[in-house]
């Protein structure tokens, strides 16, 4: 039986410990408060140009824009993001997942490029190739960072070293629930767009041929600008959800520990009493 004194040191640890988890579940709170605003404002400006992208692909007949060429698959890419720290539940471990079981049914050549220290340093000890890496995002992503990304992404596929590239990441639904997708990032498949007021006829200038070449890279941005958003709200949530799960945890713990030290007290004076009885008797 542990004596008091480590019992004590042992409530005075696990103590410490909560007040960790405590402010750590109040730091990603607040953060994930203000991401969710970002991401909903987003949402309108991400839409409109899904919606664009498709009333000026149906007017255009001949679809030879390099980001809507589709060839023969032999090399595809994974552009995922995680996080860079872990004490987040599950959050990193869905992400990895999904790709992992994605590039077992491939049976194709797969490299990947990686947001997030998480799944960079799981795929390096898979031995999967990573031919970019981003660490250390910043907590509220910018659009300057999706631009980056998506400039990266265009290039590689316009220089073939991906015929597909894929986009895995995970959507914020609310505090308790976060879902992984996987989505198509390149070609670019307008005809899984729905396009706003298809009987609305719209005059493009100079061409609508033109308005594609601008609006096309425009989507990529804004897809992995939203998936930068989701994908951060869905940390801090998890996050939120791991830390508070550890402080009642901590509390149950501190609770069992406070009964064992009263036991370990009790069994002490009882103890004592018998030696100060037995201690009478034998004067006696």
């Given at each position: 039986m542990k004596s008091m004194r480590d019992i004590k040191r042992q409530i005075?640890?696990?103590e410490n410990t909560k007040k960790i988890t405590k402010a750590m579940k109040l730091v990603a709170a607040a953060k994930l408060r203000r991401l969710q605003e970002r991401a909903e404002n987003a949402k309108p400006f991400f839409e409109?140009?899904?919606?664009?992208?498709?009333?000026?692909t149906a007017k255009i007949d001949n679809r030879l824009h390099p980001l809507l060429e589709e060839r023969d698959v032999k090399k595809v890419g994974y552009f995922l993001i995680t996080g860079d720290r872990g004490l987040a539940g599950p959050y990193n471990n869905r992400v990895i997942k999904e790709v992992e079981t994605s590039i077992e049914a491939d049976q194709k050549e797969n490299n990947l490029i990686t947001v997030g220290k998480k799944g960079r340093d799981y795929f390096k000890r898979q031995d999967v190739e990573i031919i970019s890496e981003y660490l250390e995002l910043e907590d509220s992503p910018t659009f300057h960072n999706a631009a980056n990304f998506a400039q990266e992404v265009v290039e590689l596929y316009q220089e073939e070293i991906f015929d597909e590239i894929y986009l895995v990441y995970t959507d914020f639904k609310s505090v308790i629930n976060q879902e992984v997708k996987k989505i198509k990032l390149l070609p670019v498949d307008p005809d899984d767009m729905e396009p706003e007021n298809p009987d609305t006829r719209y005059l493009y200038e100079p061409s609508p041929e033109e308005v594609l070449s601008v609006v096309l890279p425009q989507y990529i941005k804004n897809i992995i600008f939203g998936a930068l958003l989701q994908s951060k709200a869905s940390e801090f949530a998890s996050r939120m959800t791991a830390m508070d799960s550890a402080t009642d945890n901590a509390e149950e713990m501190i609770e069992e520990l406070t009964l064992s030290y009263n036991r370990a007290r009790q069994a002490a004076i009882t103890q004592e009493l018998s030696e100060i009885v037995?201690?009478?008797?034998?004067l006696e």
């Open positions: 005075a640890s696990v409109k140009t899904r919606k664009t992208l498709a009333n000026v037995g201690g009478a008797e034998a």
